[in-house]
């Protein structure tokens, strides 16, 4: 693993990130990117990966597939925008159980000028009701009984949104971004072992005869690894969105088959045509805050992505201009005996969580989609507000948060007390003009609603709404509205320099509701702890979403369990599979720069670049 003299070696100006060296490979000569032969699958972590870096382009994502696709496109000139179409489409076909055309995403986007974002967050149906989610006796639907069928079907948003962003920045033909992709399906991709591993383990696939056919053997076992899948259902989708555009998905005979599976389910849906037709994808103004010497930016809602990041780095500066003791940067992470090499300091940790326990309390109870409720946004980010929140913070922990008042609140809401959700995927990638493009993708659980058309999997996007509508009298902000895009936790993120304004980093993960402890920490890490783009991807994940403090299982030592009980702290080991990728523009000592990137151990993704 990478020793802590390396660890040292990599800097960060106030310009930007300076990486001197790698462990194996001078700044000045790039290593050249070539495909794993058998990534490990989620459960596993990679020690293997080491800081990627090019001098002209660079793309990442959750399979080596879809970043080669990404890549491919970067290498004909195409904008970043182009990349991350390539690769969601590639992603739809290796990595099904986490996004897909059937889908939705949001898009950060840097066009060397201004931070543009892309909502393609999927909608409620016009028939769907905030009961939708009851019993006959009023009490919540168990999960499963909820997400496998039509029910939980949300008019799929993805398309629309890389549609308007090719629109605006796309360089190359759109049908040209489609080719990786009906290549692979035609002719077949090996099945990966993180996919098997959750066929295997998939215990409502049985009630899909499409998802059995294709992903299972005759006597119902899962197809082994290596097995190569052909998918020409899908090939002919992609030969179609490419020819005809996303209105090939939207109208039409797709369209009709969507409707006919999401309405003909035993737990049937209410997705119509005119909801498919209906939809549009929205540009919306990207929420950036300040962050000590940088400039954070990523999605408004409904995203509560960007908020609770945002929250969670100003309510640690507010800490630390209060009081030095509490500075993150001297905090830095030390060696360790666990797979990932390192662990951060037991205080860090601390910190980091109490700010996100203040972060998501606010969550719970404001976030939504602004287009029908009013989100106090700025009065969440408002620097006076988070210092009165880090006001809060001790050196015990509080245990459990309770929301804020902060200003412009105009309607009085029930905090949503849904079961927190974790799935997902991420791309990233930056052009040869110097472009970004953060985009986080998603079906919503493992394998989605479990309806197959034509190759693809749909959504069960609505499950992310709060099943309960009300309590005692006030209604819920994330409730079930016609139309209304439910709440999401992803957090596709820019970073700048604040003063120059210069483009520093473009990251983002998948996991639910954890994926903005995700993005937390790997911002800490690049920018706090000054770690090259892997290590701070590496860094074992940790943080609280309001509950007990969780640390990723096996990462963390005895010692630094014991030093947060001390303080108060509830600890839950558990399972945390990110899938972070990062790519990040550094300068060596003579001040040339270039790009360095990483990629998520816990999944099978890779950076690559030129």
Request: charged share 20%.
């Amino acid at each position: 693993m990478i020793s802590a003299l390396h660890l040292n070696r990599h800097r960060l100006s106030a310009l930007g990130l300076i990486v001197c060296m790698s462990a194996l490979t001078a700044c000045n000569a790039p290593p050249t990117s070539t495909l794993p032969v058998a990534p490990e699958a989620a459960s596993g972590f990679r020690t293997d990966l080491q800081t990627r870096h090019a001098t002209r382009h660079m793309a990442a994502a959750a399979n080596p597939l879809a970043a080669e696709a990404g890549r491919a496109m970067l290498r004909q000139g195409g904008s970043a925008i182009d990349a991350a179409i390539a690769m969601q489409a590639v992603l739809t076909l290796v990595e099904p159980q986490s996004s897909g055309i059937g889908g939705g995403a949001f898009i950060v986007f840097w066009d060397g000028k201004a931070v543009r974002t892309f909502d393609g967050r999927e909608t409620a149906p016009a028939g769907a009701t905030e009961r939708l989610f009851l019993q006959a006796d009023g009490q919540p639907m168990p999960f499963t009984q909820a997400q496998i069928g039509g029910r939980s079907v949300g008019t799929p948003g993805v398309l629309r949104a890389l549609e308007l962003a090719h629109k605006h920045y796309g360089r190359l033909r759109w049908a040209q971004l489609f080719e990786p992709a009906i290549q692979l399906a035609e002719q077949g991709f090996p099945l990966s072992p993180r996919l098997h591993s959750l066929i295997a383990a998939d215990s409502s696939m049985s009630r899909s005869p499409d998802m059995m056919a294709y992903f299972r053997n005759a006597d119902g076992s899962a197809k082994a690894v290596g097995t190569r899948l052909k998918n020409p259902a899908l090939a002919a989708v992609f030969k179609r969105i490419a020819n005809e555009g996303a209105d090939a998905f939207y109208k039409g005979s797709i369209a009709e088959e969507i409707v006919a599976k999401v309405q003909g389910h035993a737990n049937p849906g209410s997705l119509s045509l005119s909801d498919l037709s209906g939809y549009s994808a929205r540009e919306r103004a990207p929420l950036c805050t300040d962050y000590k010497r940088w400039q954070v930016c990523g999605m408004p809602p409904p995203s509560s992505g960007g908020i609770a990041v945002a929250q969670t780095l100003g309510t640690l500066h507010a800490l630390e201009t209060r009081d030095p003791r509490f500075a993150l940067a001297p905090l830095k992470p030390l060696q360790s005996t666990t797979p990932a090499g390192i662990e951060p300091a037991p205080q860090a940790v601390h910190l980091i969580s109490e700010a996100e326990r203040l972060a998501y309390a606010d969550r719970a109870l404001y976030v939504a989609d602004s287009d029908f409720v009013p989100v106090p946004v700025k009065g969440l980010v408002d620097p006076t507000y988070l210092a009165s929140r880090a006001a809060l913070i001790g050196e015990r922990s509080m245990g459990t948060a309770q929301p804020g008042t902060p200003p412009g609140i105009q309607v009085a809401y029930a905090p949503d007390r849904s079961p927190l959700r974790i799935s997902t995927s991420q791309v990233v990638a930056v052009d040869d003009q110097g472009g970004a493009v953060s985009m986080t993708t998603t079906v919503e659980s493992a394998f989605g609603s479990h309806l197959m058309v034509q190759g693809f999997l749909l959504n069960n996007q609505m499950t992310d709404f709060s099943f309960i509508p009300e309590e005692n009298g006030h209604k819920v902000a994330n409730r079930v509205e016609p139309g209304k895009r439910p709440r999401s936790s992803m957090a596709p993120t820019l970073i700048f320099d604040r003063q120059s304004g210069e483009f520093l980093a473009t990251l983002g993960s998948p996991g639910g509701s954890q994926i903005i402890e995700y993005v937390a920490k790997s911002t800490i890490g690049l920018l706090d702890w000054q770690l090259d783009a892997q290590t701070a991807i590496n860094l074992p994940n940790f943080g609280s979403r309001n509950g007990p403090t969780e640390l990723e299982q096996g990462q963390f030592s005895p010692h630094l369990i014991k030093a947060l009980k001390d303080k108060g702290h509830s600890v839950s080991e558990i399972d945390m599979t990110s899938g972070t990728q990062a790519i990040v523009r550094v300068r060596d000592a003579q001040g040339k720069a270039s790009l360095a990137g990483g990629a998520d151990p816990r999944r099978e993704g890779e950076a690559l670049g030129d």
